[in-house]
């Protein structure tokens, strides 16, 4: 089993930024693919950025490109979303996930989920 724990999110004004912290427990997830996503109310769960096991392969929707950076600490066992430039229609609760394997964009692929963590936006 893997627990995993968000922090980092809060109310920052357009144009702000904000780092997110997940830090997995349980066992380590340095083989593990891991990824961020989002679910704003009333909204389907999306897909924000994703990163290999060694951290060399990232990959982020196009409303993030640009402006969020996805990267990971193994020997912390933690990842980490930077987000910059931010948008209202960023605000969502915050959630990453780790798989085996490789990466994808598919969140039920995904095996383990935390608990979120809100950004609120605000103009």
């Known amino acids: 089993q893997v627990q995993l724990v968000e922090s980092g999110g809060g109310l920052v004004q357009t144009g702000g930024s904000l780092r997110l912290t997940c830090v997995a427990s349980?066992?380590?997830?340095?083989?593990?693919?891991m990824g961020w996503f989002r679910q704003a109310p009333g909204k389907e769960r999306e897909f924000v950025a994703t990163i290999g096991w060694s951290g060399a392969s990232t990959y982020y929707a196009d409303s993030v490109k640009g402006r969020f950076t996805i990267s990971r600490d193994n020997d912390k066992n933690t990842v980490y979303l930077q987000m910059n430039n931010l948008k209202p229609e960023d605000t969502a609760a915050y959630y990453c996930?780790?798989?085996?394997?490789?990466?994808?964009?598919?969140?039920?692929?995904?095996?383990?989920w935390g608990q979120g963590t809100q950004v609120t936006v605000y103009s």
């Open positions: 349980g066992r380590t997830v340095s083989s593990y693919a």
């Open positions: 996930a780790v798989k085996p394997g490789g990466w994808t964009v598919t969140a039920e692929t995904y095996d383990y």
